[in-house]
C-alpha cells in the first residue's frame, strides 16, 4: 500500500466508512479522483482525493459548495473533510450525468437544459461571495493557450498571437464581471435529480475554481459544449429563456458578450486540451478538439 493509500484508507476510517466497499468512479482533468463508497447497508458516497502535492487544494470546493447549498441548489453536502491531506467525503448525488441522460433518453434534452438554464438565472440573482475576477485582461491572457500551447504544438509557431491578444483585449475588457461563474458548467458535471424541486434538480460538480465573472460566461460553457455537440436551436432557445428569465434589458449587447465569451472560452480550452494531452499524457482530449 502507498503512503497516499494508507492516508485515504485512515480517513476513510475515521469518517465511519472504513467497512465500505471502495470503486472507481472517475478521474478528470486534474490530479483529483473520486471513488464511490458502499457501505454494507447500501448506504454510498463519494471520495475526493486531491493531493496537495501535486497542487490540489480542497478548501476552494468546500467554501463554494456551502455558498451553493445556502442558495438551495444542489453541490453535494460535505460529510467529513481532511483539508491537510486533501480529501473529503462527499454525499453521492448518483451518475445520472447530462450526457449519458441525453444519450439514452434524448427527448428529455429540453427538459435538462431548461433546467441547467434556471440554475443559473437562480445563481446570478444572489449575492456573490468574495471571489477573484475574471475579468478582461485574465481571459485574454489564457486565451493565448492556443497559441502559445495549441498553434505552437501543431504548426511550430505562435502566428496570430499579438494581433489576437489585441482584438481579444478589446472586446474583453468591457465585460463586467458581476456574478459567481462556476467555469466548468457542462453536461459532463451536471447531474439530474429529478425527484427534487426547481433548480436543486441539477446537480453541481467542479465548481472549484469558481471567480467573479460576466453572466454570459457559464451560458457559453454549457451551450457551446466542447464536449457534446448541442443543436443551434437548442442553443438559441436556452439563451433567450436565460435573457428573458434574468430580466436582461439589452439583448443584442448580452449576446454579443455571450459570443465574445464563447470565442475566449473555447480558444483558452483549445490550449488546455493540448496541455493536457502533450504534457500530462492524457490522449483522450484529443478526441475533443475538433469540436
Not at 459548495?65 to 491531506?85: C, Q, R, V
Not at 483585449?169 to 462556476?182: D, E, F, G, K, Y
Request: net charge negative.
Amino acid at each position: 500500500m502507498t503512503a497516499r493509500a494508507a492516508c485515504a484508507a485512515a480517513f476513510i476510517a475515521r469518517s465511519g466508512w472504513d467497512r465500505a466497499r471502495r470503486t472507481v468512479v472517475a478521474g478528470d482533468a486534474s490530479n483529483r479522483r473520486y471513488d464511490r463508497l458502499t457501505a454494507p447497508r447500501g448506504e454510498t458516497a463519494i471520495l475526493m482525493d486531491a493531493p496537495p502535492d501535486k497542487g490540489e487544494d480542497v478548501r476552494p470546493f468546500v467554501r463554494i459548495a456551502t455558498y451553493l447549498k445556502g442558495l438551495g441548489l444542489s453541490a453535494p453536502a460535505i460529510l467529513a473533510e481532511d483539508a491537510l491531506h486533501g480529501f473529503l467525503l462527499l454525499e453521492d448525488l448518483g451518475d445520472a450525468l447530462f450526457d449519458r441522460v441525453v444519450a439514452a433518453t434524448p427527448d428529455t434534452e429540453e427538459t435538462l437544459y431548461n433546467a441547467a438554464i434556471d440554475v443559473l438565472v437562480h445563481l446570478h440573482a444572489a449575492k456573490p461571495p468574495p471571489l477573484a475576477t475574471y475579468d478582461g485582461a485574465a481571459m485574454t491572457d489564457l486565451t493565448l493557450l492556443a497559441f502559445d500551447r495549441y498553434g505552437a504544438t501543431a504548426t511550430g509557431g505562435t502566428e496570430g498571437r499579438e494581433a489576437a491578444q489585441e482584438a481579444l483585449h478589446t472586446a474583453l475588457t468591457p465585460l463586467t464581471p458581476s456574478v459567481l461563474i462556476q467555469r466548468d458548467y457542462h453536461a459532463q458535471n451536471l447531474i439530474w435529480l429529478p425527484e427534487r424541486d426547481g433548480p436543486a434538480r441539477v446537480g453541481l460538480l467542479d465548481f472549484q475554481d469558481a471567480m467573479l465573472g460576466h453572466p454570459a460566461y457559464d451560458l457559453c460553457s454549457i451551450l457551446m459544449d466542447a464536449r457534446r455537440d448541442v443543436p443551434p436551436a437548442l442553443q438559441r432557445a436556452m439563451l433567450d429563456r436565460y435573457i428573458a428569465a434574468a430580466g436582461i434589458d439589452d439583448k443584442d449587447a448580452f449576446t454579443a458578450a455571450y459570443h465574445a465569451l464563447a470565442a475566449q472560452r473555447n480558444l483558452r480550452i483549445l490550449g488546455v486540451f493540448t496541455r493536457l494531452c502533450v504534457r500530462d499524457g492524457k490522449a483522450h482530449y484529443v478526441d475533443l478538439i475538433p469540436r
